[in-house]
């Protein structure tokens, strides 16, 4: 092991040592010299405490560096925790308006699906009415067209004798007065 140099324990700032006086040389004389194994613990003791000096100071660099990291850490997640409590209100806003709105709309429907139905239901009625009506209107233009018939070709229905036959009015009434009507379904014998 190389031998280190011994560290001087004068005062600093001191800038002469005084004269050694004859009492302190009779002290250097009694004091006995500190032998090599005594001198080597020392030094072994002194290295130690300087290990485990520089290993403290490494400890606490980084205690100090987990600890700055630590509250990076920390500061990242509370920032990210209060963006995502902004973006959780924002989005439970939209869901209550989307909810709103699926609740409306579900009435809307059902509202729409009443009157849908309550509208067939009265085209249904005005329906059969119509059918209804049309078969009486059908009926009584066939009647009609019957006793127009009968009338135009003299049996009245009070039965009266056979009209006259007048050539103008024969060459009149040659074609069928009926053969167009809508209401009749069939053709009126002649």
């Not at 009625?125 to 059918?131: G, L």
């Not at 009506?133 to 127009?148: G, M, V, W």
Request: overall charge positive.
């Amino acid at each position: 092991m190389a031998e280190k140099k011994r560290v001087s324990h004068a005062r600093k700032g001191a800038t002469s040592r005084p004269a050694k006086s004859g009492k302190t040389r009779k002290l250097a004389k009694s004091a006995k010299p500190a032998s090599p194994g005594r001198i080597a613990q020392l030094e072994a003791m002194v290295a130690k405490l300087r290990a485990s000096l520089v290993a403290e100071a490494k400890r606490r660099k980084l205690a100090q560096r987990v600890l700055a990291e630590a509250k990076r850490a920390h500061d990242a997640v509370a920032k990210q925790m209060s963006a995502l409590r902004v973006q959780g209100s924002k989005l439970a806003a939209q869901i209550k308006r989307a909810a709103h709105e699926s609740r409306t709309l579900e009435q809307a429907r059902k509202a729409a699906m009443a009157k849908v139905e309550e509208l067939r239901a009265e085209l249904h009625e005005k329906s059969e009415e119509v059918r209804r009506t049309s078969a009486e209107l059908a009926k009584l233009a066939r009647e009609s067209a019957t006793r127009a018939r009968d009338i135009v070709h003299g049996r009245g229905a009070l039965g009266l004798e056979e009209p006259h036959h007048d050539p103008d009015v024969e060459a009149v009434h040659d074609d069928d007065p009926f053969a167009d009507d809508p209401f009749s379904g069939e053709k009126p014998p002649i």
